[in-house]
C-alpha cells in the first residue's frame, strides 16, 4: 500500500512552539503533500515536495523528504492557536489516476 | 473558497432511507474524486470520474452505493438502503490545473441513526 502513516497520531504544544510531524510510507513515490483540516471542514493542500526535492519552504511551514528512510516531516514554526487542525500526508499510488491515499493524521492542538 | 460546493453539509437519516449527495465543482475539471471519512481516520478513496466516466471504484463502495456525473460536471453520490455505518463525512474533490494537488469541498456529513 502506498497510504502514508502520519506520526505522533496527536500533538499538544503551546503558542509559539514548534510543532514536527512524520509521514512514514511504503514504496516509490512521485511527490508527498501535505494537507490540513479544520474541524468538520474539507482539506486544504498546504505543499508538495516532489520525489527529487530534499526540502521545501512556505511560509512557517517547512517540509523535509527522505526518500532513502521513505519519510517526511512537517515542521511548523512559531505556531499560533489557529494552526490548530489536523494534518494529513497524500501520497499518489502512481497509477494514471491522480488519486491521493491518506493516512491517518496527526490531530494539533496549539494551547493559547 | 476551494472551488468545491457540496450540498448539503449535513444529513440525518433513518437507517434503510435513501440519501443523495452532490457535489459541484465552479471550474470545470475532466477529474473528480469522492471520499469517505471517519471520525479520527483519514479521507479514505472512493471512486473517480474522467469526465462522464466512472474509472475506478474502491471496495468500499458497496452496491448500495452508486456514483454519477451525468454531464461531466456535477457529481451525485447516493447510498441505498443506508446502515448506521454509513456514518461519515463524505468529500469531494477536483484536481488542480497540473492533476497533482486536489482541492476538496466541506462535505457532506451523514448521520444514520
Known amino acids: 500500500s502506498q497510504q502514508g502513516e502520519e506520526d505522533p497520531q496527536a500533538l499538544s504544544i503551546q503558542e509559539g512552539e514548534n510543532a514536527t510531524m512524520n509521514c512514514s510510507y511504503k514504496t516509490s513515490i512521485n511527490n508527498l503533500q501535505w494537507y490540513r483540516q479544520n474541524s468538520g471542514r474539507g482539506l486544504v493542500h498546504l505543499i508538495l515536495?516532489?520525489?527529487?526535492?530534499r526540502e521545501k519552504h512556505s511560509g512557517r511551514l517547512r517540509v523535509t523528504l527522505d526518500t532513502s528512510k521513505k519519510s517526511s516531516s512537517l515542521l511548523i514554526t512559531a505556531s499560533r492557536a489557529a494552526d490548530t487542525a489536523s494534518y494529513f500526508c497524500?501520497?499518489?499510488?502512481?497509477?494514471?489516476?491522480?488519486?491521493?491515499?491518506f493516512g491517518s493524521g496527526t490531530r494539533l492542538l496549539v494551547r493559547p | 473558497d476551494t472551488g468545491v460546493s457540496q450540498d448539503p453539509r449535513h444529513k440525518i437519516t433513518k437507517r434503510g432511507q435513501n440519501v443523495t449527495f452532490r457535489c459541484d465543482p465552479i471550474?470545470?475539471?475532466?477529474?473528480l474524486y469522492w471520499y469517505r471519512q471517519t471520525l479520527g481516520q483519514g479521507p479514505e478513496f472512493l471512486t473517480y470520474f474522467q469526465n462522464e466516466a466512472q474509472l475506478e471504484k474502491s471496495r468500499l463502495l458497496s452496491d448500495r452505493f452508486s456514483a454519477e456525473r451525468p454531464k461531466g460536471s456535477f457529481s451525485t453520490l447516493e447510498i441505498q438502503r443506508t446502515e448506521q455505518g454509513d456514518s461519515a463525512m463524505y468529500l469531494c474533490?477536483?484536481?488542480?490545473?497540473?492533476?497533482?494537488?486536489?482541492?476538496f469541498g466541506s462535505g457532506t456529513q451523514l448521520s444514520v441513526l
Open positions: 471550474s470545470e475539471h475532466n477529474r
Open positions: 474533490a477536483i484536481p488542480g490545473a497540473t492533476n497533482e494537488k486536489l482541492f
Open positions: 497524500g501520497i499518489p499510488p502512481g497509477d494514471s489516476s491522480y488519486k491521493l491515499i
Open positions: 515536495i516532489r520525489s527529487n526535492e
